[in-house]
């Protein structure tokens, strides 16, 4: 194997190089990095501060009586989740009694990320006509995950035809459209995942299951549907613009990357000059 044999001083002074230079970058990546992790905390922090204290910031306050939510606005309502939603455990499957007469591509754990559910390549499973309304879900639906990263949520939009979903995940669906939204609750959800109000027990260990008795049990605040609407929006709005800053720092860090590696090639294979530095 042939390799490339510059002097010892200038070898040395390539090294030097290379160690101020990457050195340099790397500093400017990690300033980035913490750039992002703040962008990240900041994004949160406005989701948590909307659904937990709207957009009014004369607004009058009350204890709401929940430990994690604090002070809310006063007109708010708080209640237990399954006064304002059903809350629905899919179907369990049982390869066993598959008749693949009445199959459906189901949602499983997996496929459902934050604010994002796959659709691709989806399993069948046996749903007959008269599970159908139980069993499926519809545009607006929220799927919750019961295992795994509890609490993990994205909203059905209503894509394909006829989604079925395992036992794995929640459906919560408003029990009136006229009071709730399922976008609002979105957030909520969010913030008391963030906040760890799922990993909640006598040892305050995380549990690997939120099992659907428990989980229409938790407390959350309700602002009137119009104020819901309008703090989706203003969440909706300001995430976006702070996800926009956030790609453009991280394509920043990828281009920064590449130059370093570029620079280090270009320093060991000659194509910059180092000699005067000899």
Not at 44 to 62: E, F, S, Y
Not at 133 to 155: F, N, S
Not at 164 to 169: N, S
Not at 232 to 248: F, N, Q
């Amino acid at each position: 194997m042939l390799v490339v044999c510059p002097p010892t001083e200038e070898q040395q002074a390539i090294a030097v190089y290379i160690d101020r230079e990457t050195a340099r970058i790397d500093g400017l990546v990690e300033k980035k990095n913490r750039f992002i992790e703040l962008l990240r905390e900041k994004r949160q922090a406005l989701i948590t501060h909307a659904v937990t204290k709207g957009l009014d910031p004369n607004v009058k306050m009350k204890d709401s009586g929940v430990e994690w939510l604090g002070e809310v606005p006063e007109h708010w309502g708080i209640c237990k989740l399954s006064f304002r939603y059903s809350v629905e455990l899919g179907k369990m499957l049982d390869e066993k009694k598959l008749t693949k007469t009445s199959l459906v591509p189901y949602l499983r754990n997996q496929d459902v990320q934050w604010e994002s559910i796959n659709i691709q390549d989806l399993p069948e499973m046996d749903i007959h006509p008269g599970e159908l309304e139980r069993y499926t879900v519809r545009k607006g639906d929220l799927m919750v995950c019961e295992g795994g990263d509890v609490g993990r949520a994205a909203i059905w939009m209503g894509e394909n035809g006829t989604i079925g979903y395992q036992k794995a995940l929640h459906r919560l669906r408003p029990r009136s459209p006229v009071t709730d939204t399922a976008e609002f609750f979105f957030f909520s959800l969010l913030t008391a995942k963030k906040r760890g109000v799922f990993e909640e027990s006598d040892s305050k260990a995380t549990i690997a299951h939120l099992p659907a008795e428990k989980f229409r049990q938790y407390r959350f605040a309700f602002p009137p549907k119009p104020e819901q609407i309008e703090i989706t929006d203003h969440v909706r709005i300001e995430s976006k613009r702070l996800d926009a800053l956030l790609s453009k720092t991280e394509l920043s860090i990828a281009l920064l990357k590449e130059r370093r590696s570029a620079l280090i090639t270009a320093a060991v294979t000659g194509q910059i000059d180092l000699r005067e530095a000899v």
